[in-house]
């Protein structure tokens, strides 16, 4: 298959490049300095001129603090930029895959939330990826998003500078302690992972709509530290906090972990985010 990737030096971009490589596939490498998503006029002619059966978005504007004060952004590429590649993936009858988040959600569940549940952001970032997800499943019917959580990979994420097993390890050693939020729950999602099961549903031809496409499981951000902290060999002793401590810009929901069984029916069994955790330290040598 010929994929393009936009987003393609991201932090789950980078890793779906090296996974469709590595299965075979030719790829077309998008970065912001060939296709700018803020310049939404120049989408049509620029994506227009490439040629792919298949395109993943793995962009976003996702600094969910600066996006409150930032919407107009934030609506620009995570919304009406991706209505502008589904129009173009419809004209070319290929398939977008589509990154979104489990911030659509309001946190209120007392399950793992399943694709169909309703809806809810509590933010700017939230609401701009949920317009993003209806935009483009309005604009082209072989749409598939893909909602992932909480991302670590070996290339860390450009837009939020590395990501939280990075930060934890490094304020770890230099401290000797952390203070966590220990009443957000969700699921720590190793981007390799997503990856695998991003081009698992692209080779199976699975159905268009919605999938949560994240480790098995689920965490808060204190166990994740402490299991961080304690895998990667950092002497640092973990204090668990209350999100009342740590105020931020951006509201958040208290639980976001996702049901992955629609994805794993398709992609098969998907690892627990321990069992991930323990591969992406090895992959960087903490292990
Ligand atoms: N990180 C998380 O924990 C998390 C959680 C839930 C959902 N997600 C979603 O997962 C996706 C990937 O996240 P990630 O962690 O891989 O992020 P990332 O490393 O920051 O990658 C984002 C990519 O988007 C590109 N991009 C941003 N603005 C652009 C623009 N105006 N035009 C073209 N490209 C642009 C960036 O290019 P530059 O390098 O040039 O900036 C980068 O390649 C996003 O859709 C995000 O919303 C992430």
New binding site residues.
């Given amino acids: 298959m010929r994929i393009a990737v936009?987003?393609?030096?991201?932090?789950?971009?980078s890793d779906v490049v090296a996974e469709a490589r590595r299965r075979g596939h030719e790829v077309v490498e998008l970065?912001?300095a060939k296709?700018?998503?803020?310049r939404l006029e120049a989408i049509p002619t620029a994506l227009g001129a490439v040629a792919f059966e298949a395109l993943v978005n793995?962009?976003?504007?996702?600094r969910t603090d600066e996006a409150e004060a930032q919407a107009q952004l934030a609506f620009t590429?995570n919304a009406h930029a991706v209505e502008r590649l589904a129009l173009v993936c419809a004209e070319k009858k290929a398939r977008l895959v589509h990154?979104?988040?489990?911030?659509v959600f309001d946190g209120l569940a007392d399950r793992p939330y399943r694709e169909d549940d309703p809806p809810g952001p509590l933010n700017v970032y939230g609401a701009s990826?949920l317009a993003g997800e209806g935009l483009a499943r309005r604009a082209h019917a072989d749409t598939v998003v893909l909602r992932?959580?909480?991302?670590f990979?070996v290339?860390g994420?450009?837009?939020?500078g590395g990501n939280f097993v990075e930060t934890m390890i490094r304020i770890g050693r230099e401290k000797g302690q952390l203070k966590v939020v220990g009443d957000i729950t969700m699921s720590p999602t190793f981007?390799a992972d997503v990856a695998r099961i991003l081009l698992e549903l692209l080779e199976r031809e699975a159905p268009p709509g919605v999938y949560h496409a994240v480790n098995s499981g689920r965490a808060t951000w204190f166990d994740f530290a402490r299991r961080i902290v304690e895998r990667a060999g950092v002497k640092a002793v973990v204090e668990r906090i209350s999100s009342d401590q740590y105020p931020t810009a951006a509201r958040r929901p208290a639980f976001s972990a996702l049901d992955n069984s629609k994805a794993a029916r398709v992609a098969g069994e998907i690892p627990p985010w321990e069992e991930a955790l323990d591969r992406y330290l090895a992959l960087k040598g903490y292990r």
């Fill in positions: 936009l987003g393609a030096n991201g932090q789950l971009g970065t912001r296709l700018d998503l803020e793995a962009t976003g504007y996702h590429i990154i979104s988040t489990d911030y990826k992932v959580a909480s991302l990979g290339a994420s450009s837009g939020k981007t």
